[in-house]
């Protein structure tokens, strides 16, 4: 593998909680959270690097600080370790299923159960590299819990618990039962209306122990303005 080179960029980062051993910030959609190939620049490390300076090796030299990822196209909370005992202990409590997790999504048709919970274990798919998949034989255990919050004829707007971490888990299942992020070009979310320019998922909240201190933490990242005009132009006040 080529190494990358992390350079650090002044890219404005909307931050939500920040001390000496995390940081917890709202990543818009579109940005994505480390450099790979074809976004070598513009990264939400890239903006790290140049907020912390001293960010470097944790978690490895392309990925400093970074415990967890969203897709590039989901908006919401990051949480950043600034030191080596913090990565290491909210990599283990993500691990050990301790942090609560809540997103919110718009998805194709009219969800009917009021809640209910997807069992499918995600693999990678067999003929579409970038895709994950629910009927794959090597599939790890994946378990979401959703809420509808409002329903329509053509669409849902959901709360999603999901109680892993999988690749695409939430997109995933969500497609699996026949209601597609609405805008993921992925899985089928992008063809007919209702339309977005992006998926609508957003990663809402997050409850954790702080990883040096212990104390209750609870970051909320607002539903971002995309989310909210669809819901508001179509008929749904989400404040």
Known sequence: LVSLDTSPEPIPLNIIFEDEYLIALDKPAGMVVHPGPGHSTGTLVNALLHHCTDLSGIGGVERPGIVHRLDKDTSGLVLVAKTEPPHKNLSSQFKNREIHKEYLAIVKG?????RDSIHSAIGRHKT???KMDTTT????E???????IHRSKSWSYLRLLPRTGRTHQIRVHLAS???PVIGDDLYGGKSGNPKMERQALHAHLLELKHPITGANLSFC????PDI?????????DPK
């Not at 009219?110 to 009021?114: A, P, W, Y």
């Not at 990242?221 to 971002?224: G, K, S, V, W």
């Open 110 to 114: 009219n969800v009917k159960k009021d």
């Open 128 to 130: 579409h590299r970038k």
């Open 137 to 140: 034989l090597k599939g790890r």
């Open 142 to 148: 994946a378990y979401t819990e959703y809420q509808v």
């Open 177 to 179: 039962i026949h209601h």
């Open 221 to 224: 990242a607002p539903i971002p």
């Open 228 to 236: 909210a005009a669809f819901l508001e132009t179509n008929g749904y």
